[in-house]
């Protein structure tokens, strides 16, 4: 799960005027607007846990094929780098899922914060 910024020049309703904003995404997923010069922020609900599901269920159920498309593709490759590629599972999905926490809790944590 990843959050993506960027800034674009957009009109904001409070300065009347076009203006900074910087958006943040969610995997894909439009999360926020907030106007750089007012501070004025839009924030549109997302369930981070619901996105981490959908994104673990669509890499194990793509997997088959995206192996068989190596295998076709190249199968001397394949076998050369499954040995890495098996021994260096555990710490990439380790790694994964630590980022994916970090998103959930930092979303979490924000959204939390406004509420107040």
């Known amino acids: 799960m990843k959050i993506k910024q960027m ?10 005027g076009e203006t900074e904003h910087c ?4 995997n894909e997923k439009l999360s926020s607007v907030k106007c750089e010069e007012c501070e ?16 673990i269920f669509a890499r194990i159920s793509t997997k088959p094929a995206r192996i068989t498309k190596e295998y ?3 199968l001397s490759q394949l076998l050369f780098s499954l040995p890495i590629r098996v021994i260096s599972k ?7 899922i630590k980022q994916s926490r970090n ?8 959204r939390k914060n406004l509420n107040q």
């Open 103 to 110: 998103v959930i809790k930092g979303y979490k944590k924000a």
């Open 90 to 96: 555990p710490y990439r999905l380790l790694k994964d």
């Open 23 to 26: 958006i943040s995404y969610v």
């Open 72 to 74: 076709r593709e190249d």
């Open 7 to 16: 800034e674009a020049d957009l009109y904001c309703i409070h300065c009347k």
């Open 40 to 55: 004025h922020e839009i924030e549109f609900n997302i369930d981070v846990t619901r996105e981490f599901y959908k994104e």
